[in-house]
């Protein structure tokens, strides 16, 4: 019994012991936490009063300011400025002289947006290597440089494209599929522009996209640009949009010259009106022939088309009114500001960019000069002559190029009507280049 | 350098090969074309004759071209016609009254009552 009381009480006092023990422990730890407390307190406010204390640099302080600033990094290098310059002749060459204002007026912003040194804008690092930098994205891209992913992932051509299809009229070309050719043979200057362009030290991607510039089609020339070389889109687009602004003082020389008084009055047949079912099959049945030919050409061409089925089949009204509207406008804003916004200096001021317009303006005259040369070809064996004027229509450039053959065609036959019949190689010319830079794409991409 | 270092062999094929084929496509396109205008084109008589009756029971013929169309003098008569409506260029009155009445004091000399008529007696 007195055992059992003995191990009863021992058990008590080591409880008591434990209890005391821990007791003792959470005190010393508190106390501890305490003086740790203590001397932070004392080191932040020790700290606090060095911060206060510090007087500000205002030399310093002044110099950062000013070494901020955009003045100075253009100071520094001046190619910023000559690049502004450039903004403003094409603000000139927009407002002024109206050469192809809708998209001419966006990049010229583009282009000073991006040329604003410090502002940062547009970040090309996210593109570099010719593929987007996804996980960079999310770290300070800005606005362009989310719309430049329309460009770069070939987004706005192709729905600039529906809009062009719903305001296109095939019905030309269809009355008179002849004009197919004079619209194939125009592409000759994106195939001559091309191996130019290549002598002059182009690798054949770059070639290519400079050659296109010879289609006269701004969305064809930047989709294809886009995919094969877009450390060149800017340049290349600048010069694809001045040429086909320039159409009216390029081509009028160039078929007055392959051309004679009597070729240049040949007064053409009318042409058989198109059915309605025509023009309704037509789109349907060249998306489904070329894209089985050329896989890389069906989005160009199977946008196109879609626009122009829209208009042809006159169910769908309110969606043609958005794609010839809004939805066009709407992608002209940003294909201009965004590839504007790739034209910064160190791409643009180069030799190469004077290569690039040098080889443009070739290809546009050569693919003026294909038209015309191969409609007087084709005069040799056809009955009813057709006038060699209307072959420069191939070019694509619609309807400015039309309107150049009808223009030149009356200078000489007053009463000669030509501008539905360059309608037709003027249409076929947006085939043409789509097809030819599918073929390219398909070869080099 | 950059010359001799150049492909002659790439360049040519896909200058040659690239035409060549947009050629062809586009060819291929007149072909399917021109049968689909075959098949699908609008069939006129080349001549069709409608027979009107005037005062004198006399019957007019009114050609038409050869592809049955109407002459071309009669579609841009048309097409001016059009362009003229669309554009609102036409002799439409604009349903604004532009006349103003005139406030015409009285004079004797425009009296109607002292004019020169009133001394006849019927």
Redesign the interface.
């Given at each position: 019994m007195k055992q059992s009381i003995k191990v009863f009480l021992l058990s008590v006092m080591a409880l008591f012991a434990v209890n005391f023990a821990t007791m003792a422990q959470d005190a010393t730890e508190e106390t501890v936490a305490a003086e740790v407390v203590a001397v932070a307190e004392e080191a932040v406010e020790a700290v606090a009063a060095e911060v206060v204390e510090e007087n500000i640099d205002l030399g310093e302080t002044m110099v950062n300011f000013f070494e901020g600033m955009g003045l100075t990094a253009m100071a520094q290098d001046p190619r910023y400025l000559i690049m502004i310059i450039i903004a403003c002749v094409l603000f000139y060459l927009a407002i002024v002289k109206q050469f192809e204002p809708l998209l001419l007026l966006p990049i010229a912003f583009g282009m000073l947006l991006t040329n604003l040194p410090g502002a940062g804008l547009f970040h090309e690092e996210l593109f570099a290597g010719g593929h987007v930098h996804w996980s960079d994205m999310a770290n300070g891209a800005g606005l362009l440089d989310f719309l430049y992913l329309g460009v770069k992932l070939g987004i706005y051509p192709c729905l600039i494209f529906i809009g062009v299809g719903s305001m296109t009229d095939f019905g030309p070309?269809?009355?008179n599929?002849?004009s197919?050719?004079l619209?194939?043979a125009a592409?000759?200057g994106?195939?001559?522009a091309?191996?130019g362009a290549?002598?002059l030290?182009f690798d054949?991607a770059e070639a290519?996209s400079i050659g296109i510039i010879g289609g006269a089609d701004g969305p064809t020339a930047i989709f294809l640009t886009s995919k094969l070389a877009p450390h060149l889109l800017g340049p290349i687009a600048v010069a694809a949009y001045s040429y086909m602004a320039l159409v009216p003082v390029i081509q009028p020389p160039i078929m007055r010259l392959l051309t004679t008084k009597e070729e240049r009055q040949i007064t053409m047949k009318?042409v058989?009106?198109?059915?309605k079912?025509?023009k309704i099959?037509?789109p349907i049945?060249?998306t489904i022939?070329?894209s089985l030919?050329?896989p890389d050409a069906a989005a160009l061409i199977g946008c196109l088309m879609l626009g122009n089925l829209m208009k042809e089949c006159g169910v769908v009204d309110r969606l043609t009114k958005t794609v010839q509207n809004e939805l066009m406008n709407i992608c002209t804003i940003f294909l201009g500001i965004t590839v504007g916004a790739t034209a910064t200096a160190g791409t643009f001021l180069s030799l190469g960019t004077l290569g690039i317009l040098a080889m443009g303006i070739t290809a546009f005259a050569l693919g003026s000069a294909g038209g015309v040369l191969l409609a007087k070809f084709m005069n040799l064996f056809l009955k009813n002559k057709i006038n060699p004027l209307i072959g420069s229509a191939g070019v694509s450039a619609v309807p400015m190029a039309a309107r150049v053959s009808q223009v030149v065609g009356q200078e000489e036959n007053p009463t000669n009507y030509l501008l539905m019949h360059a309608m037709g190689p003027n249409v076929?010319g947006v085939?043409?280049s789509a097809?030819?830079a599918g073929?390219?794409l398909s070869?080099?991409g | 350098m950059?010359?001799l270092a150049?492909n002659w062999n790439?360049?040519i094929l896909?200058?040659c090969?690239?035409?060549g084929?947009?050629?062809i496509?586009?060819?291929?396109?007149?072909a399917?074309?021109?049968l689909?205008?075959k098949v699908?084109?609008?069939k006129a008589k080349v001549t069709k004759t409608t027979t009107t009756t005037d005062a004198h029971n006399a019957t007019v013929k009114v050609e038409k071209?050869e592809?049955g169309?109407i002459p071309?003098l009669d579609?841009a008569a048309i097409a001016a016609a059009l362009h003229m409506y669309f554009d609102e260029v036409h002799d439409e009155e604009s349903l604004v009254v532009t006349i103003k009445t005139v406030e015409r004091r009285y004079s004797p000399w425009n009296s109607k009552i002292y004019g020169l008529n009133n001394n006849f007696t019927r």
């Open positions: 070309l269809l009355a599929p002849k197919l050719l619209g194939a592409q000759l994106i195939f001559a091309f191996f290549r002598l030290g054949a290519a009318q058989r009106s198109v059915s079912r025509e099959i037509f049945m060249v022939i070329i030919l050329l076929a085939i043409g097809v030819a073929i390219l070869m080099l | 950059t010359l150049i790439n360049i896909v200058t090969v690239g035409f084929i947009v050629f496509v586009l060819v291929l396109l007149i399917i074309i021109t689909f205008g699908m084109a609008p071209t592809e169309h071309a579609s």
